[in-house]
């Protein structure tokens, strides 16, 4: 993985992080400074962007590519939208990080590090620049949760319907024959 220092023009912004709802939390002054402490990650596959168990004061947008979310070092999820943000949580609660972040191929990321924006913008002096961070935060999980729910219905669904789902004779059979011979 390389990483790069992010130059832009200031107001000049990439067309992937156009479709970052984010963005539009922020001023244009407070858009220059987010994206003055970002770096971009230039991805080969397999390349490890967020370790689980560790701790980064990172966020990230997909700029290209697509990772994969493993937990466990099983996959979860996968990342493809560029304008997806993923790392947020920890700006909310400083743990240590849930889940791995890979690239499944070549992607390319814009790293946001929080810890230098807080350095930049101290609470007490910028507190607007810091409602409107926490007010991306909170839009960005609002929008997760909202998926995942939505997921978790349809999954619940789907359990409901095999539950109820007719069992074959055959099975029925040798369901019957395996407590006969536990009762025994």
């Not at 397999?46 to 947008?61: A, H, K, L, M, P």
């Not at 790392?87 to 990321?109: F, M, P, Y």
């Amino acid at each position: 993985m390389k990483e790069y220092a992010y130059i832009h023009e200031e107001g000049a912004i990439l067309p992937p992080l156009k479709a970052v709802p984010f963005l539009n939390s922020f001023t244009d002054e407070q858009l220059d400074d987010v994206l003055n402490s970002s770096s971009l990650l230039q991805c080969d596959p397999g390349d490890v962007i967020i370790q689980e168990g560790t701790i980064d004061s990172r966020i990230y947008v997909l700029l290209s590519g697509e990772l994969e979310v493993r937990v466990g070092g099983k996959k979860v999820a996968s990342i493809a939208r560029p304008g997806d943000v993923f790392g947020e949580l920890a700006l909310v609660n400083q743990d240590k990080r849930a889940a791995s972040v890979i690239a499944g191929g070549r992607a390319l990321c814009l790293a946001v590090d929080q810890k230098f924006l807080q350095d930049m913008h101290p609470r007490e002096e910028d507190p607007a620049f810091h409602a409107a961070l926490f007010e991306f935060v909170a839009r960005l999980v609002a929008k997760k949760l909202d998926a995942t729910s939505r997921r978790l219905a349809e999954v619940e669904k789907e359990l409901r319907a095999l539950k109820e789902a007719p069992v074959p004779t055959q099975d029925r059979r040798r369901r019957t024959s395996v407590r006969r011979r536990q009762m025994a």
